[in-house]
């Protein structure tokens, strides 16, 4: 990214500051121990310092560092209370903000995409940016037929300094672990380099959100896709979306409009397979806003995967097992799909006392998704004691990005802390999920014995 001040040599030294600082820090907190300062206090006080130089070196970055900053802040919500206020303000400002691309390198992007003339394609452009992200910014414009639209430019050289963030992250890994032990942040990171291609090509994103507006169309009940207007080269323009930001409802809102934003949420991450074919990547809620007639507007087709037909089924029949009572089937659906390979031991009891808690929010009317419970199932997954059986449990590779996106799915609505019927979402939008050839799933004992929507589980974490 020549065109900004954050040429290689600065943005590496940014982020070489980040583990000699915690070498610093932990040195000194030896010292305070040696003094008699209490350990805990002490780790405490080092995961703080770490948590606030680490966040603020993100948020002065773009590239990597950046879309690294907005995966992570999805996960705030399964942070220890004691440490995740201080820094909250900060992560929500990593999901909507980060320094602007200066007005002459917009326009000669501009100028590249559109043409010279491109002024003549606005009746208005306003060169400060209404938002910037991870490798572009948006600006706010009256396009040449009267509509209000969003211009995506992309930073200039964004997709070498992509690269070059992954590969220095990557070595970071140590450091993130301070913060959220157990997150596998260079797996994160290998995924997001794949995705780098695709994610830089507008043309990709264009067609993407095209496709995911015809299956949502402009009379949705529930969700606005905002219309492809124009792209060429590094510029995409778009409707625009006037509304609440997702994240202005985290910090600020009361709770029937936690409720009704989580629900809106939860159906379009459940739904977007079946009705359109594609899983939206990229769900964290600066790519969300609740607009004025209560729809959810959804933006940045950037990160998209398509989910094919059949896919959709055996994972909704996974999940519809996941919350049954027998474990000997729960364990062989499990093997079917490679999540215990072949020759692995389970115990079928910690099994069962695994996936109990996980699957809770399918198998009731409506579920409380709080960072409470997303703190106590972070410390089931992360438990790093030989006898917890998530140690044994495998990944398979086509559920990654899946398993990814439900993750950081469940994390906002953890930061929500909403209550919702996700049960019925999921009978309602994921194949297989309600097979006739499951039993029925009871919410409690007096419901036993009773068939019909009953409901299934998610693997979280």
Not at 32 to 49: D, H, L, S
Not at 80 to 93: C, Q, W
Not at 296 to 318: H, K, S, T
Not at 424 to 443: C, K, M, N, Q, Y
């Given at each position: 990214?020549?065109?900004?001040?954050?040429?290689?040599?600065?943005?590496?030294?940014?982020?070489?500051?980040?583990?000699?600082?915690?070498?610093?820090?932990?040195?000194?907190?030896?010292?305070?121990?040696?003094?008699?300062?209490?350990?805990?206090?002490?780790?405490?006080?080092?995961?703080?310092?770490?948590?606030?130089?680490?966040?603020?070196?993100?948020?002065?970055?773009?590239?990597?560092?950046?879309?690294?900053?907005?995966?992570?802040?999805?996960?705030?919500?399964?942070?220890?209370?004691?440490?995740?206020?201080?820094?909250?303000?900060?992560?929500?400002?990593?999901?909507?903000?980060?320094?602007?691309?200066?007005?002459?390198?917009?326009?000669?992007?501009?100028?590249?995409?559109?043409?010279?003339?491109?002024?003549?394609r606005f009746e208005s452009f306003d060169d400060a940016p209404a938002a910037a992200a991870?490798?572009?910014?948006?600006?706010?414009?009256?396009?040449?037929?009267?509509?209000?639209?969003?211009?995506?430019?992309?930073?200039?050289?964004?997709?070498?300094?992509?690269?070059?963030?992954?590969?220095?992250?990557?070595?970071?890994?140590?450091?993130?672990?301070?913060?959220?032990?157990?997150?596998?942040?260079?797996?994160?990171?290998?995924?997001?380099?794949?995705?780098?291609?695709?994610?830089?090509?507008?043309?990709?994103?264009?067609?993407?959100?095209?496709?995911?507006?015809?299956?949502?169309?402009?009379?949705?009940?529930?969700?606005?896709?905002?219309?492809?207007?124009?792209?060429?080269?590094?510029?995409?323009?778009?409707?625009?979306?006037?509304?609440?930001?997702?994240?202005?409802?985290?910090?600020?809102?009361?709770?029937?409009?936690?409720?009704?934003?989580?629900?809106?949420?939860?159906?379009?991450?459940?739904?977007?397979?079946?009705?359109?074919?594609?899983?939206?990547?990229?769900?964290?809620?600066?790519?969300?806003?609740?607009?004025?007639?209560?729809?959810?507007?959804?933006?940045?087709?950037?990160?998209?995967?398509?989910?094919?037909?059949?896919?959709?089924?055996?994972?909704?029949?996974?999940?519809?097992?996941?919350?049954?009572?027998?474990?000997?089937?729960?364990?062989?659906?499990?093997?079917?799909?490679?999540?215990?390979?072949?020759?692995?031991?389970?115990?079928?009891?910690?099994?069962?006392?695994?996936?109990?808690?996980?699957?809770?929010?399918?198998?009731?009317?409506?579920?409380?998704?709080?960072?409470?419970?997303?703190?106590?199932?972070?410390?089931?997954?992360?438990?790093?004691?030989?006898?917890?059986?998530?140690?044994?449990?495998?990944?398979?590779?086509?559920?990654?990005?899946?398993?990814?996106?439900?993750?950081?799915?469940?994390?906002?609505?953890?930061?929500?802390?909403?209550?919702?019927?996700?049960?019925?979402?999921?009978?309602?939008?994921?194949?297989?999920?309600?097979?006739?050839?499951?039993?029925?799933?009871?919410?409690?004992?007096?419901?036993?014995?009773?068939?019909?929507?009953?409901?299934?589980?998610?693997?979280?974490?």
């Open positions: 990214m020549s065109d900004l001040p954050r040429r290689a040599v600065t943005r590496s030294a940014k982020l070489a500051s980040l583990p000699l600082g915690f070498a610093g820090r932990t040195a000194l907190g030896v010292g305070k121990r040696t003094f008699g300062r209490p350990a805990e206090a002490v780790a405490m006080e080092i995961q703080q310092r770490t948590a606030e130089q680490l966040f603020k070196v993100l948020g002065e970055l773009k590239g990597g560092a950046m879309k690294l900053g907005q995966m992570l802040s999805i996960f705030e919500a399964a942070l220890p209370p004691e440490i995740a206020g201080p820094y909250r303000a900060t992560l929500t400002k990593l999901q909507e903000a980060a320094p602007p691309l200066p007005a002459a390198a917009v326009h000669k992007v501009l100028a590249q995409g559109l043409g010279e003339d491109w002024r003549d991870s490798i572009g910014q948006v600006h706010q414009g009256v396009w040449e037929d009267g509509r209000r639209v969003a211009v995506k430019v992309q930073y200039p050289g964004a997709g070498k300094a992509l690269i070059s963030d992954f590969n220095q992250l990557a070595r970071l890994a140590k450091l993130f672990s301070v913060l959220m032990p157990g997150l596998d942040v260079k797996s994160m990171l290998a995924e997001l380099k794949e995705r780098v291609a695709e994610e830089l090509d507008y043309t990709i994103e264009a067609a993407s959100q095209t496709a995911v507006r015809e299956a949502y169309p402009a009379d949705d009940p529930d969700f606005y896709i905002p219309e492809v207007i124009a792209q060429s080269g590094d510029v995409l323009v778009t409707e625009w979306i006037d509304g609440t930001p997702l994240s202005k409802i985290i910090s600020e809102g009361e709770q029937e409009e936690r409720d009704h934003a989580a629900l809106l949420y939860c159906r379009f991450l459940l739904s977007g397979p079946k009705r359109s074919g594609m899983l939206h990547g990229d769900p964290h809620p600066g790519n969300f806003r609740v607009m004025a007639d209560g729809r959810l507007g959804v933006m940045d087709f950037g990160a998209v995967d398509r989910i094919p037909e059949d896919f959709q089924y055996r994972m909704g029949r996974l999940l519809r097992i996941g919350t049954m009572a027998d474990i000997d089937q729960v364990e062989d659906a499990l093997r079917r799909e490679d999540f215990i390979r072949e020759g692995v031991e389970i115990d079928a009891e910690s099994l069962q006392a695994f996936l109990a808690p996980i699957t809770e929010p399918f198998t009731t009317d409506t579920f409380k998704f709080s960072r409470e419970w997303l703190r106590d199932m972070a410390a089931r997954v992360t438990d790093l004691r030989p006898t917890n059986v998530v140690r044994q449990l495998n990944l398979p590779p086509e559920y990654v990005i899946v398993h990814r996106v439900l993750s950081a799915g469940t994390g906002v609505l953890c930061q929500l802390e909403c209550e919702i019927p996700a049960r019925a979402e999921s009978l309602r939008w994921i194949p297989g999920f309600a097979d006739d050839d499951l039993p029925a799933i009871t919410v409690n004992e007096e419901d036993e014995g009773n068939e019909g929507d009953e409901a299934g589980g998610e693997l979280a974490g």
